[in-house]
């Protein structure tokens, strides 16, 4: 993953845990509704994938432990990973393109609710995602992707694609620059990556089309399936994020201005509002900044804020950065991984960090877009996320008015039971997240996800279930009270 070129080692700051008095009277520890749904507590695990549902997109029984395993901490809200609306293969990530993967989200929602007692609200994050291909090896990009044109003909001198093929494959990097493109090169260097602006092709100019009804039905089968809501998923390097970004220069009226850009973002919101019932909670999560260049501002993501308001979103939980545009450079054989640059940086990140560190690195862009919806009139809870570890830090945050839930991915994951605790006034048991990303390594490689502070502790104890390398566990051990 890319750091930051200073390279500031930031060590954990020191937290005070309350007392369970204090955390009783605490902002935290309140209630909130969310649109028709009711938080517990201000507290909130973000969507996390943790590659363990079945290739062809299906509940597992791991998935349905990890899931277990974070409802036993009994936060208010638990985010289901990002599940894909399209019925297309798509490897061990969740799906709900179908009616067939409803029973197995119903168990899932289940399984959250028996785990904790009811009191945590269960939503489903739904995406689309548009194709990416693997980083091909230059022979087989030559000779079999690449689709050859007159300007690839004129360069190496031959009318006879074969020829050209093979010709081009042996140019030096140098002249290679010179005869493709930069979508070719790009294909060549990283694999090919659909754009929302490629508007030659068929299917990315109908998206507009398509996609309202997409969500709408998946929606619809996330209430069948008995979640409190869905969470559309317009943040990171996926399709609608793509739209609303200042890089959407389409000009089809779904680009370009920021009217433009969060269009079709809305209709699907208003499609899938009117296919749910009344009682059903419907948010999104969206970037509070692109962090790559020409990409969308605070000030763009503040004006999306307050059409989502005025639209009238449940609420609103802000994230930034994980774009494509400065991803690292694959290996040949992978595909590139969207929090692998500056902008994977900032949403994920590290402990070695510049002078700013990795902590509450979002908190004040998030209270600048809060800020503007509530100066709009809209009193839409907004969730914030990044680098979010400490009681204190939670409070000051919540009572300034910087955001309304406190949404924790890898210090949950680093202990599940930490909400808990806190609340129970046993704050000195955390586990607390040393922010080196290892989980996300194991994410960006496909792999198993779990946390380096547990992943090797009583692996031998009876009964605890394995990575299917056998080498680590794949849930945090129990919390013994
Ligand atoms: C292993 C892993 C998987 C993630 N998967 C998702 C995801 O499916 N959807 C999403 O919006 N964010 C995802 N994220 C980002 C987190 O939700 C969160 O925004 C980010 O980790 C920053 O919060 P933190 O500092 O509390 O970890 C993932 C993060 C990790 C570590
Ligand atoms: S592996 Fe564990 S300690 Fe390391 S960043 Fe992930 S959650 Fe935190």
Known sequence: MWKPPERIRHPLPPVRWPTAA??????????????????????????????????????????????????????GALVVEATGIRDIPSGPLLRIGDDRFVPGLAELVRTVRRASGGRTRVLIQVIDFLTIRRRPEPTKYFRRYLEVTDRHRRAVGSDDDLTVRERLLELEESDLERILTERELESLRFGYRERVTDMHLEPIRRLPRVLPELFATAARRAEAAGFDGVELHFAHAYTMASFLSARNTREDGYGGSRGGRVRLPLEVYRAVRDRVGESFAVGCRYLSEDCIRGGTTVEDAAFFGVEFAAAGMDFLSLSRGGKFEDAKQPRIGWAAYPYTGPSGYECMPTAISDERGPFGRNVEPVARIRAAIRAAGHSTPIVVAGGLHGFDQAETILREGGADVLAAARQSLADPDWFLKM???????????????????????????????????????????????????????????
């Open 22 to 75: 204090r955390a009783a009277s605490s902002k935290l520890f309140s209630p909130l509704a969310l649109g028709p749904i009711e938080l517990a507590e201000r507290t909130w695990v973000p969507a996390m994938v943790p590659w363990r549902a079945s290739e062809d997109g299906f509940v597992t029984p791991e998935i349905l432990g990890w899931y277990e395993r974070f409802a036993r901490g009994r936060p």
């Open 423 to 481: 609340r129970l006034g046993r704050g000195s048991e955390v586990r607390r997240c040393v922010y080196t990303n290892y989980c996300e390594g194991l994410d960006q490689k496909h792999k198993q996800v779990t946390c380096q502070l547990w992943d090797r502790e009583g692996l031998d104890e009876p009964g605890v279930a394995r990575t299917s390398d056998g080498k680590r566990r794949l849930l945090a051990p129990d919390w013994r009270r």
